[in-house]
């Protein structure tokens, strides 16, 4: 309040001052230029320059104000202009989240044209319209954010492939990413993806020869990657053993397939089932028995012992005794208990075979177990608990059933 006072009595003093001076001398200005003749006071002249000096602050402010305006004076404004465009960003990220393609599309391109960095908004603009399926929009969107950002070549080039992929053009996507790769060899997602296409295309053989790469630059965990190369060998054994030879499908292909692993992939469990399973469904089923018997001598496995009660050997009666001699190390091993059954009534063994179904059904109620017996009990004139088997087994329905010889029908 004291400073108030303070201020009202210096303009009063200041205001009484100026007046004292006009009063006591007014002074003379004289502006002359050709035909143009000033004259006044000095006191009205400075009056003058001071209105004009109003006169010009007040413009400048109103110009700046329209020049800035919110919308209310001026929506074409700068200010309003990167307002809009915030809000085209928002909602196109929002509507792509939400799959408005339509929508995300339009407000994507129209964020990307007036962003400085408009890269992302170009990706997800030619991801809505090839959601929409109009592929050459896409495809123009994406030259378009090239030619904004020449230096995210990899990115948009990646970004194509996967599009690419979507859409179902399988071969162009694997062009874009053999291109990318050549570029960039050891760039972790051009590998990622090239792997997953190549996968997705059922191309082991350019899989396997992938997995160096995948290796040597630490694309995949080792778990993951461990077992993408156990499928990749394993697949790959299955196309070569349907691959024809001089018009023939053999077993030459398969061999050569299992050659090429090395000598620890030979002793993986997973990889010998599928070398074995291979064989089997080939006719090779001596062969078959040979591979099995070793590596389940090497190192006993659930799911080999299961295969080998599927194959017939050469010597049904040894192999049975091979059989039973993995027994003493696995006496409540299911699949093993399952396999001797099968190999018994591969010998004609009716009531050894019922004895090792049975004992395998009361560690595992297994569908195949349950088939096998219900067969072998059917043929015994057991009816009723052969359909009760098979009941139960139809809740487990398997198709792994071996067509093993059964004792002939008993009639009452």
């Not at 110009?63 to 307002?83: C, I, K």
């Not at 993806?193 to 020869?209: E, F, H, K, T």
């Not at 090779?284 to 099995?292: D, G, S, Y």
């Given at each position: ?275 074995a399973e291979q064989l089997r469904q080939l006719g090779a089923q001596v062969e078959a028995e040979e591979v099995l018997r070793t590596a ?94 098979f009941q139960e087994g139809l809740g487990m329905l398997d198709e792994r059933l071996l067509a093993s010889p059964l004792p002939a029908p008993v009639y009452a």
């Amino acid at each position: 309040m004291k400073r108030l006072y303070v201020i009202v009595f210096l303009l009063i003093a200041a205001a009484a001052a100026l007046g004292l001076a006009i009063a006591e001398h007014a002074g003379y200005v004289l502006i002359a230029y050709k035909s143009f003749r000033y004259e006044s006071s000095l006191w009205a002249t400075l009056a003058l320059i001071a209105v004009l000096w109003l006169l010009f602050w007040g413009i400048k402010v109103l110009v700046e104000l329209v020049m800035t305006s919110s919308g209310v004076v001026n929506p074409w404004s700068r200010r309003n202009r990167s307002r809009r465009v915030q809000v085209a960003i928002e909602h196109g990220q929002l509507d792509l989240a939400e799959g408005r393609w339509a929508s995300a599309q339009r407000h994507l391109h129209r964020a990307a044209e007036a962003e400085r960095q408009p890269l992302l908004y170009y990706l997800g603009a030619a991801r809505a319209a090839n959601e929409q399926g109009h592929y050459e929009e896409s495809d123009n969107l994406l030259e378009r954010a090239l030619e904004r950002q020449p230096q995210a070549e990899l990115a948009i080039a990646l970004s194509h492939a996967q599009l690419q992929t979507d859409r179902g053009d399988t071969d162009g996507a694997l062009a874009t990413l053999q291109a990318m790769h050549e570029r960039h060899p050891h760039n972790a997602q051009t590998l990622r993806q090239l792997q997953r296409l190549l996968q997705q295309r059922g191309d082991w053989s350019a899989v396997i020869r992938l997995l160096p790469e995948l290796r040597k630059d630490k694309v995949l965990p080792p778990a993951e990657l461990t077992e993408l190369e156990r499928r990749a060998w394993g697949e790959n054994l299955s196309l070569a053993a349907h691959q024809e030879e001089d018009g023939k499908v053999g077993l030459q292909s398969l061999t050569r397939a299992w050659q090429q692993l090395t000598s620890a992939q030979r002793q993986e469990p997973q990889l010998v089932l599928a070398y074995a399973e291979q064989l089997r469904q080939l006719g090779a089923q001596v062969e078959a028995e040979e591979v099995l018997r070793t590596a389940l001598k090497r190192n006993f496995d659930s799911h080999l012992a299961r295969l080998y009660g599927l194959i017939r050997g050469s010597d049904p009666a040894r192999q049975l005794q091979t059989a039973e001699g993995w027994l003493k190390d696995h006496p409540a091993d299911p699949s093993l208990l399952l396999t001797l059954g099968r190999l018994c009534l591969q010998n004609s063994l009716w009531g050894k075979a019922r004895d090792y179904l049975e004992s395998s059904l009361r560690v595992q109620r297994n569908p195949e177990a349950c088939a096998e017996l219900a067969r072998l009990l059917a043929q015994l004139g057991d009816t009723e608990r052969s359909n009760q088997l098979f009941q139960e087994g139809l809740g487990m329905l398997d198709e792994r059933l071996l067509a093993s010889p059964l004792p002939a029908p008993v009639y009452a």
